[in-house]
């Protein structure tokens, strides 16, 4: 590892240091101040904070790996979270943001189901909080993974002789500076360096593809129909099966809460417009950078006689071979923007369930708003060190680990969280139906192996089983009990203009 990287990755993790300083000093009073910035978040900031943090690895690495192993075919999958991630900005994003703060100021998922049903309230905290904490500590392992990855692919030679395994070390270090940042500064210092990360990843995605093209020994010229067959076949080999499997990703954004809670913080509902639409033109950049960083990865592979072992380091071998040390710093720093970002947000959603709905609700009811933030810290800890564990098997991938948990958020949460901001003929009885539905079909599923072969044929991805299960019992239920006794569910918040 040469000096100007090491560089670069030094003063990306100074930055990152002195962010979460900085919203340690604004905004971490209080607990609405420490879990959700005080809803004061700029639309800007919310928009790229929500992209960063659901991105995560997988944009650098997972779906460039897809993309250099199978060719475009994969780029379904970006294609479905694209339209899910739009879907989620109209329908959720200014309803949720208007309903959690009338309906009792709600900092988490699990306390504005609560407020929404208040006949199930106790059911639906315990529940929806112990699924966040579960499925979070599996989501949080998929970024540790990835830095795991990194530190083992790149830095061998930095650390080699000094008796740590680079895979572990990678984790350690990866953790210990978003536990830096995210306990000390709270939601605050979690969305600014989300900002700053968006920022460094998109210029990373549009440089890279571009260099690899152009530049010396690029392959702008190469056939990648020569490379594979179909290579650039957008149907190539996709059967209906798989095309499903691909786009449903999308599903999965209605109940993400790592993301929708950043709906929640936007300074106002007429800011959300805005925040949409900044977001969505940096996930549309960012998702065709990590295309071209996958198929022009594997042409140049190609073209130069590059064997890549593991295709979801193909960001990283071409940061190592093309750019200046400097540039391959910040190159690198991107990656762990992209890890990152999503690490602290999961953390800091884990931590607000355990001190919101378990800490709060079971033991010191009356805990005082310093109590909370540091218990909430504590927490921060806790949930990492459980992810690490989880992350230990060098042998794990990204892309998997992240498809589970993104499976088991959006089929749990999904369709409860669309259906209670949208139905008023809504139960707390169907709410707690759907969730539980929605996380038991999931990982039954996957416990079965049905996602990599169902019925002895092609596999069937689990987000979809589980959501459709989820959607039915929350309705099938509703209507076979009382709907929720507040009446003072939201009507679709009326138009505004963006700020």
Same mark, same amino acid.
């Given at each position: 590892?040469?000096?100007?990287?090491?560089?670069?990755?030094?003063?990306?993790?100074?930055?990152?240091?002195?962010?979460?300083?900085?919203?340690?000093?604004?905004? %971490?009073?209080?607990?609405?101040?420490?879990?959700?910035?005080?809803?004061?978040?700029?639309?800007?900031?919310?928009?790229?904070?929500?992209?960063?943090?659901?991105?995560?690895?997988?944009?650098?690495?997972?779906?460039?790996?897809?993309?250099?192993?199978?060719?475009?075919? *994969?780029?379904?999958?970006?294609?479905?979270?694209?339209?899910?991630?739009?879907?989620?900005?109209?329908?959720?994003?200014?309803?949720?943001?208007?309903?959690?703060?009338?309906?009792?100021?709600?900092?988490?998922?699990?306390?504005?189901?609560?407020?929404?049903?208040?006949?199930?309230? #106790?059911?639906?905290?315990?529940? *929806?909080?112990?699924?966040?904490?579960?499925?979070?500590?599996?989501?949080?392992?998929?970024?540790?993974?990835?830095?795991?990855?990194?530190?083992?692919?790149?830095?061998?030679?930095?650390?080699?002789?000094?008796?740590?395994?680079?895979?572990?070390?990678?984790?350690?270090?990866?953790?210990?500076?978003?536990?830096?940042?995210?306990?000390?500064?709270?939601?605050?210092? /979690?969305?600014? %360096?989300?900002?700053?990360?968006?920022?460094?990843?998109? /210029?990373?995605?549009?440089?890279?593809?571009? /260099?690899?093209?152009?530049?010396?020994?690029?392959?702008?010229?190469?056939?990648?129909?020569?490379?594979?067959?179909?290579?650039?076949? #957008?149907?190539?080999?996709?059967?209906?099966?798989?095309?499903? *499997?691909?786009?449903?990703?999308?599903?999965?954004?209605?109940?993400?809460?790592?993301?929708?809670?950043?709906?929640?913080?936007?300074?106002?509902?007429?800011?959300?417009?805005?925040?949409?639409?900044?977001?969505?033109?940096?996930?549309?950049?960012?998702?065709?950078?990590?295309?071209?960083?996958?198929?022009?990865?594997?042409?140049?592979?190609?073209?130069?006689?590059? @064997? @890549?072992?593991?295709?979801?380091?193909?960001?990283?071998?071409?940061?190592?071979?093309?750019?200046?040390?400097?540039?391959?710093?910040?190159?690198?720093?991107?990656?762990?923007?992209?890890?990152?970002?999503?690490?602290?947000?999961?953390?800091?959603?884990?931590?607000?369930?355990?001190?919101?709905?378990?800490?709060? #609700?079971?033991?010191?009811?009356?805990?005082?708003?310093?109590?909370?933030?540091?218990?909430?810290?504590?927490?921060?800890?806790?949930?990492?060190?459980?992810?690490?564990?989880?992350?230990?098997?060098?042998?794990?991938?990204?892309?998997?680990?992240?498809?589970?948990?993104?499976?088991?958020?959006?089929?749990?949460?999904?369709?409860?969280?669309?259906?209670?901001?949208?139905?008023?003929?809504?139960?707390?009885?169907?709410?707690?139906?759907?969730?539980? %539905?929605?996380?038991?079909?999931?990982?039954?599923?996957?416990?079965?192996?049905?996602?990599?072969?169902?019925?002895?044929?092609?596999?069937?991805?689990?987000?979809?089983?589980?959501?459709?299960?989820?959607?039915?019992?929350?309705?099938?239920?509703?209507?076979?009990?009382?709907?929720?006794?507040?009446?003072? @569910?939201?009507?679709?918040?009326?138009?505004?203009?963006?700020?």
């Amino acid at each position: 590892m040469k000096t100007g990287t090491l560089i670069s990755l030094a003063l990306y993790f100074i930055l990152m240091i002195g962010i979460g300083l900085y919203a340690w000093r604004k905004s %971490t009073d209080s607990s609405e101040g420490y879990l959700l910035g005080g809803r004061q978040l700029h639309p800007a900031v919310a928009a790229l904070s929500a992209g960063a943090s659901d991105m995560s690895g997988w944009l650098l690495l997972g779906l460039p790996g897809a993309l250099f192993a199978s060719g475009l075919v *994969s780029a379904w999958i970006g294609i479905g979270l694209f339209f899910g991630a739009l879907l989620n900005w109209i329908i959720v994003a200014p309803r949720l943001r208007e309903q959690t703060e009338r309906l009792g100021n709600a900092l988490t998922i699990p306390e504005f189901l609560a407020n929404r049903f208040p006949d199930r309230a #106790l059911a639906l905290r315990v529940t *929806s909080a112990l699924i966040v904490v579960v499925f979070f500590a599996v989501y949080t392992a998929a970024g540790l993974v990835g830095g795991g990855k990194l530190f083992e692919t790149s830095f061998a030679a930095l650390f080699g002789d000094i008796g740590i395994p680079d895979y572990a070390l990678g984790l350690w270090i990866t953790a210990g500076v978003v536990l830096a940042y995210t306990m000390v500064g709270g939601f605050l210092a /979690v969305s600014l %360096t989300d900002f700053v990360q968006g920022c460094i990843m998109v /210029v990373a995605l549009v440089l890279m593809p571009l /260099v690899v093209m152009f530049g010396p020994g690029g392959s702008a010229g190469e056939s990648l129909t020569q490379v594979q067959p179909g290579f650039l076949d #957008l149907t190539y080999g996709l059967t209906t099966i798989g095309f499903f *499997s691909a786009v449903a990703w999308g599903l999965g954004y209605f109940g993400q809460p790592h993301i929708i809670v950043r709906f929640m913080a936007v300074r106002s509902v007429k800011a959300v417009a805005t925040a949409r639409n900044i977001g969505m033109t940096w996930m549309f950049v960012c998702l065709l950078g990590a295309l071209g960083v996958g198929l022009a990865g594997r042409a140049y592979a190609a073209r130069n006689g590059i @064997v @890549v072992e593991d295709p979801e380091t193909i960001f990283i071998v071409l940061a190592d071979l093309l750019f200046h040390p400097l540039i391959t710093g910040f190159l690198l720093a991107a990656l762990l923007a992209a890890i990152m970002s999503t690490i602290s947000s999961q953390l800091l959603v884990s931590s607000s369930s355990l001190t919101e709905d378990f800490y709060k #609700l079971f033991l010191r009811k009356n805990a005082s708003e310093r109590e909370s933030v540091n218990v909430g810290r504590i927490c921060v800890l806790l949930v990492s060190l459980v992810a690490i564990l989880i992350a230990s098997d060098p042998n794990s991938e990204v892309l998997g680990l992240v498809s589970n948990a993104w499976a088991g958020f959006g089929a749990a949460f999904g369709p409860m969280i669309l259906l209670s901001l949208t139905w008023k003929r809504m139960s707390g009885a169907g709410a707690v139906a759907g969730l539980l %539905t929605g996380a038991v079909v999931v990982v039954g599923w996957i416990a079965l192996g049905w996602g990599k072969s169902f019925m002895g044929g092609e596999g069937v991805y689990e987000i979809i089983p589980g959501f459709i299960a989820s959607f039915i019992a929350v309705v099938v239920v509703s209507l076979m009990t009382e709907p929720a006794p507040f009446e003072e @569910v939201a009507d679709d918040p009326a138009p505004q203009p963006a700020e």
